[in-house]
């Protein structure tokens, strides 16, 4: 028997629970330990409802002419990661090392925007630009000088639950069709 391969949608959300977690339980190590406490055990209950809404029903269709994680994708997250190298380094050296965390989630906001018009998905423009907006507020709390921890959990944190959200929202979004491509889904 073959193993089962996932549909780009239930991988979509795997990754997007993978880094939401990572994001969690990177950034919030500068809040007080109750709080991270509470961050950390959230964030892995989400994941692991995630893997569950994975497992426990059918692979949503995807029509056999969508090829999500061909050389579009592929050339996105190349300049994605260069993005993601070369601003870290430009905001550390403009002083402001605590701002990495911001321009990271700039970053992924941004590729999040550029696959919804490659992917004609409606529901990663709302992402992206949740995602791109905690990162904008987070350099501009950086640059204001504000504690390392309210970039922390602006940007960090709270793209990591945004993450998280989504990545439940396509596992486990009651009714409907799940189609990949220009259905709307949300």
Do not use: C, K
């Not at 426990?56 to 997250?77: K, L, Q």
């Not at 959200?165 to 799940?178: D, N």
């Amino acid at each position: 028997m073959a193993p089962r391969r996932l549909a780009p949608q239930h991988l979509g959300s795997l990754i997007g629970a993978v880094f939401g977690l990572v994001f969690v339980l990177v950034n919030s190590a500068t809040s007080p330990t109750p709080v991270r406490v509470v961050l950390v055990v959230a964030a892995m209950a989400a994941a692991a409802l995630v893997l569950v809404g994975i497992a426990r029903g059918p692979a949503p269709s995807t029509p056999p002419s969508v090829r999500p994680f061909g050389r579009g994708y592929w050339a996105v997250v190349a300049a994605e990661v260069v993005a993601i190298v070369v601003g870290v380094r430009v905001v550390a050296a403009a002083g402001h090392p605590q701002a990495g965390v911001a321009w990271v989630a700039t970053v992924v906001g941004v590729h999040f925007v550029v696959l919804a018009v490659l992917w004609r998905l409606r529901l990663f423009h709302v992402l992206g630009g949740a995602l791109t907006a905690l990162g904008v507020a987070g350099l501009v709390l950086a640059f204001a000088g504000a504690p390392a921890v309210a970039t922390d959990l602006t940007a960090g944190v709270g793209s990591g639950v945004v993450l998280l959200v989504f990545a439940l929202v396509g596992v486990w979004r009651a009714g409907g069709t799940r189609r990949f491509g220009s259905a709307r889904v949300l």
